[in-house]
């Protein structure tokens, strides 16, 4: 597998925010957005073998795992990482774009759909039957770049149900959208889901990896 970082810290989004977590940075992406933040994962990266993975992980310490890119469906051996850090004991989550199949994925392992919105130029790549797949565990995550977006993304959550079956998260694009306007705009409509704040950033910077 290629990797592009791992590493621990506090899980930094969803709704296990604050948690200590490992994250496991695949490298490579299949998609473009326009507001990406980890376009370093783009390329590059080490080829680690799933044992090399696991033992790492298990050197670093914290139980819930976070497989993240970068987008890590592309990487063949997923699956089989996913389902040895579960057999070691470990709780796994996947963040994922949406665009990929996640059948081959164990079903232990905690799904969290980054749903495109228009301003990531990507919306188009959405694979939407994945929605109706998502449990109370998983979570649809919306990242909003400005109003159009959030009532796109707001629109997306009623018309599937989202908010009856799984955890919906909308976050404010850092630097771009003022998390007060969100908010007022959830508040407002009275949106079934939970800001999503970008914690790590807030902790030590927009700018810094590794963290």
């Known amino acids: ?26 490298t490579g992406c299949d998609l473009r957005c326009g507001y990406c933040d980890t376009a370093y994962a783009f390329q590059g990266g080490r080829d680690m073998t799933v044992a ?23 990487q063949r051996e997923l ?11 470990r709780r796994v989550m996947i963040e994922t774009s949406g665009a990929h199949r ?3 994925l164990p079903p232990q392992v905690i799904r969290i759909v980054d749903v495109k919105t228009p301003a ?17 565990g998983d979570a649809a995550k ?16 009623r018309r599937y149900g989202l908010g009856g079956i799984t955890e919906v998260l909308f976050s404010p694009v850092h630097g771009r959208l003022d998390p007060r306007e ?5 508040l407002r409509d009275g949106v079934p889901a939970r800001l999503n704040l970008q914690l790590h950033k807030y902790v030590w910077g927009a700018e810094t990896r590794g963290v």
Do not use: N
């Open 1 to 26: 597998m290629k990797i592009t970082e791992i590493y621990s810290s506090v899980q930094g989004e969803t709704q296990y925010a604050g948690l200590p977590c490992t994250l496991v940075r695949t």
């Open 52 to 74: 090399e993975i696991a033992a790492e992980v298990a050197r670093l310490g914290p139980t819930l795992v976070l497989l993240t890119g970068g987008e890590p469906m592309l």
């Open 79 to 89: 699956p089989a990482l996913a389902e040895r850090l579960l057999a070691e004991g």
């Open 102 to 104: 996640l059948d081959r």
């Open 120 to 136: 990531s130029g990507e919306s188009h790549r959405m694979q939407w039957d994945l929605l109706g797949d998502l449990r109370p």
């Open 142 to 157: 919306f990242v909003v770049a400005d109003e159009a977006d959030y009532r796109w993304a707001a629109d997306v959550v």
């Open 182 to 186: 969100l908010v007022s705009w959830m």
